[in-house]
């Protein structure tokens, strides 16, 4: 009897086990987090979006014409490297050789990979996002372009109101890209924060189809998953600090690093950041000898911490950015961190005036005839305005 009752109990459990795989088989992937749009250039573009299961990823892409999304079989761009379609939940397409100025459909597409064994791959269900019911997903490379409008937010600290209270004033639909300037999050701590956090809020109301550029603040530094940070936010550079240009003007970001001495407590001896601002420094030397910087009309510089305060990294900043900034014939600098409003005019330590945007207010700036940089609070409401003239 006992014996039989084994064997029963044997039985029930491999049936179990089937109906679970059977079950796991069944279930779908997911998209947990949609595409968003990172390192736009005048010819390429990062394409980044999430699964819920490993998985190969892909980007079909197709002109903004007349024509259905589907009327002709659309180019495959895959997320691969050294010649491997790579595997994993976090996909990135790097779209390249795109044309200046030009709106771009496209659809993106996983597929899980149940099983690796040698040589040999299994491969599971698909899944992409919709161009049945909706239109396929468009962005616009940078390009030529008489005007140039963006917004800055900053300091939002996962405050996802804040966020969207901003994005409501900011006449989004105007903008040519937002800025991101720092300190979105306290700290980074998942995948699943980062997005709860701000992304996912930027996805829904802009980041699939219009650009979001990130300069990093000192608060992403901070965390068990501050390392894997660059993964979701990769630049025309693969740096945290690069350049780029659209229209008439030129926009270096910079990477301010911490605030504190790399020594202090709070960091528990994992950063190095002031060697990583001499690495930055030497890089710089070289961005604004570019002649899409000195050639440009108007030149823009993004960092999130400002080079005054008497703190450590704001040092750091004047000390080894700003000589060079100064010698480059920079315009004017956009930053936040001290949570305040506050204008900060040419001295004769930095040739450019420096706008520190509070947390709670938006940084409109509208660059035609003159560049004009409006700071409007949660109200509506005009706080402060600063113009600049064009180079030439």
Same mark, same amino acid.
């Given at each position: 009897?006992?014996?039989?009752?084994?064997?029963?109990?044997?039985?029930?459990?491999?049936?179990?086990?089937?109906?679970?795989?059977?079950?796991?088989?069944?279930?779908?992937?997911?998209?947990?987090?949609?595409? =968003?749009? $990172?390192?736009? +250039?005048? #010819?390429?573009?990062?394409?980044?979006?999430?699964?819920?299961?490993? &998985? *190969?990823?892909?980007?079909?892409?197709?002109?903004?014409?007349?024509?259905?999304?589907?009327?002709?079989?659309?180019?495959?761009?895959?997320?691969?490297?050294?010649?491997?379609?790579?595997?994993?939940?976090?996909?990135?397409?790097?779209?390249?050789?795109?044309?200046?100025?030009?709106?771009?459909?496209?659809?993106? =597409?996983? $597929?899980?990979? +149940?099983? #690796?064994?040698?040589?040999?791959?299994?491969?599971?269900?698909?899944? &992409? *996002?919709?161009?049945?019911?909706?239109?396929?997903?468009?962005?616009?490379?940078?390009?030529?372009?008489?005007?140039?409008?963006?917004?800055?937010?900053?300091?939002?600290?996962?405050?996802?109101?804040?966020?969207?209270?901003?994005?409501?004033?900011?006449?989004?639909?105007?903008?040519?890209?937002?800025?991101?300037?720092?300190?979105?999050?306290?700290?980074?701590?998942?995948?699943?924060?980062?997005?709860?956090?701000?992304?996912?809020?930027?996805?829904?109301?802009?980041?699939?189809?219009?650009?979001?550029?990130?300069?990093?603040?000192?608060?992403?530094?901070?965390?068990?998953?501050?390392?894997?940070?660059?993964?979701?936010?990769?630049?025309?550079?693969?740096?945290?600090?690069?350049?780029?240009?659209?229209?008439?003007?030129?926009?270096?970001?910079?990477?301010?690093?911490?605030?504190?001495?790399?020594?202090?407590?709070?960091?528990?001896?994992?950063?190095?950041?002031?060697?990583?601002?001499?690495?930055?420094?030497?890089?710089?030397?070289?961005?604004?000898?570019?002649?899409?910087?000195?050639?440009?009309?108007?030149?823009?510089?993004?960092?999130?911490?400002?080079?005054?305060?008497?703190?450590?990294?704001?040092?750091?900043?004047?000390?080894?950015?700003?000589?060079?900034?100064?010698?480059?014939?920079?315009?004017?600098?956009?930053?936040?961190?001290?949570?305040?409003?506050?204008?900060?005019?040419?001295?004769?330590?930095?040739?450019?005036?420096?706008?520190?945007?509070?947390?709670?207010?938006?940084?409109?700036?509208?660059?035609?005839?003159?560049?004009?940089?409006?700071?409007?609070?949660?109200?509506?409401?005009?706080?402060?305005?600063?113009?600049?003239?064009?180079?030439?």
């Amino acid at each position: 009897m006992y014996k039989y009752l084994q064997c029963i109990a044997v039985i029930l459990s491999l049936q179990f086990v089937t109906l679970h795989c059977n079950a796991q088989q069944d279930e779908k992937i997911n998209l947990t987090h949609l595409p =968003y749009i $990172q390192g736009l +250039t005048d #010819h390429s573009v990062s394409i980044i979006w999430t699964t819920d299961r490993p &998985a *190969t990823g892909w980007v079909e892409l197709a002109p903004d014409d007349s024509s259905h999304f589907y009327h002709i079989e659309r180019p495959k761009h895959y997320a691969a490297a050294y010649g491997f379609k790579k595997v994993g939940t976090v996909h990135q397409v790097n779209l390249h050789g795109l044309k200046p100025g030009t709106k771009y459909r496209y659809r993106v =597409y996983s $597929q899980e990979v +149940t099983k #690796h064994v040698g040589v040999n791959v299994e491969y599971g269900k698909i899944v &992409a *996002t919709n161009v049945y019911r909706q239109e396929p997903l468009i962005f616009r490379t940078l390009g030529p372009t008489k005007v140039t409008r963006f917004a800055v937010v900053n300091d939002i600290h996962g405050r996802n109101d804040v966020l969207n209270k901003l994005l409501d004033l900011s006449d989004l639909p105007k903008q040519d890209f937002i800025v991101f300037n720092g300190d979105m999050v306290d700290n980074l701590l998942s995948e699943q924060q980062l997005f709860d956090g701000f992304m996912d809020t930027a996805i829904k109301r802009f980041a699939s189809e219009k650009p979001m550029f990130y300069a990093r603040g000192n608060h992403e530094t901070r965390g068990p998953f501050a390392t894997t940070y660059p993964q979701y936010f990769p630049t025309p550079t693969g740096k945290l600090y690069y350049q780029f240009k659209h229209g008439e003007t030129a926009f270096i970001v910079l990477d301010c690093g911490e605030d504190k001495p790399d020594s202090d407590m709070e960091y528990s001896g994992i950063v190095e950041m002031d060697n990583y601002r001499t690495e930055q420094a030497k890089w710089l030397e070289e961005a604004v000898e570019k002649p899409d910087y000195k050639d440009a009309k108007y030149k823009i510089i993004i960092c999130h911490m400002p080079p005054f305060g008497g703190w450590h990294g704001e040092q750091e900043i004047l000390d080894k950015f700003v000589p060079i900034l100064n010698r480059s014939g920079a315009q004017i600098m956009l930053c936040g961190h001290l949570h305040r409003h506050i204008i900060k005019q040419v001295s004769d330590k930095v040739n450019f005036p420096i706008i520190v945007n509070s947390n709670n207010n938006l940084l409109k700036v509208d660059l035609a005839a003159k560049g004009s940089f409006k700071i409007i609070d949660q109200q509506g409401k005009l706080i402060d305005e600063v113009t600049i003239t064009p180079l030439h």
